[in-house]
T-cell receptor, first 114, second 113 residues
């Protein structure tokens, strides 16, 4: 597809379970970003990748959160031992180059932790 | 620390102009952005302004930047019902412009017919 694709679009899980969220960026985009949006809030930066490496992980809330990117393409955000406060929309964005002024966002994964 | 503030709600009548305001704290930001979010959708980049500019116009959209006061505004002329959405102001983090953005909490624009 032409845009940033995220899957699943919705995920309901039980407290304590692990979840994996996937992002397929726009083909050829070297930079990839993960943001979190809690209900009624703005977006919080989590992590960004340049190629397959992550120069800035400063937004990851705890060591239960991790992310990887392979082939300078797909990225996976993993949340271990989910908690109710992890419930949010997780948005992925990509950009043609690091610091490109345009970020293209996916539609997000709505995560609900019961 | 870095912070971006917006008013939470704005209601206008169709055909009127809308003005959404934003204040930010990081004076080293290179770019400032306006994003639009419609229900169930991701964020759509509406427009952005480079920090050495004070105005940018793009069709019905006008962005004004007052760098001294760290104030950014978005004016939508001839507002339509399709403009109803949440509008987010964002600043780039620092001067390195890695693409890490600091977002405001969003302004819900309600357009009444």
């Amino acid at each position: 597809g032409a845009g940033v694709s995220q899957s699943p679009s919705n995920k309901v899980t039980e407290k304590g379970k692990d979840v994996e969220l996937r992002c397929d960026p726009i083909s050829g985009h070297t930079a990839l970003y993960w943001y979190r949006q809690r209900l009624g809030q703005g977006l919080e930066f989590l992590i960004y990748f340049q190629g397959n490496s992550a120069p800035d992980k400063s937004g990851l809330p705890s060591d239960r959160f991790s992310a990887e990117r392979t082939g300078e393409s797909v990225s996976t955000l993993t949340i271990q031992r989910t908690q109710q406060e992890d419930s949010a929309v997780y948005l992925c964005a990509s950009s043609p180059r690091q610091g490109g002024e345009k970020l293209f966002f996916g539609s997000g994964t709505q995560l609900s932790v019961l | 620390g870095e912070d971006v503030e917006q008013s939470l709600f704005l209601s206008v009548r169709e055909g009127d102009s809308s003005v959404i305001n934003c204040t930010y704290t990081d004076s080293s930001s290179t770019y400032l952005y306006w994003y639009k979010q419609e229900p169930g959708a991701g964020l759509q980049l509406l427009t952005y302004i480079f920090s050495n500019m004070d105005m940018k116009q793009d069709q019905r959209l006008t962005v004004l930047l007052n760098k001294k006061d760290k104030h950014l505004s978005l004016r939508i002329a001839d507002t339509q019902t399709g403009d109803s959405a949440i509008y987010f102001c964002a600043e780039s983090h620092g001067s390195s412009n890695t693409g890490k953005l600091i977002f405001g909490q969003g302004t819900t624009l309600q357009v009444k017919p």
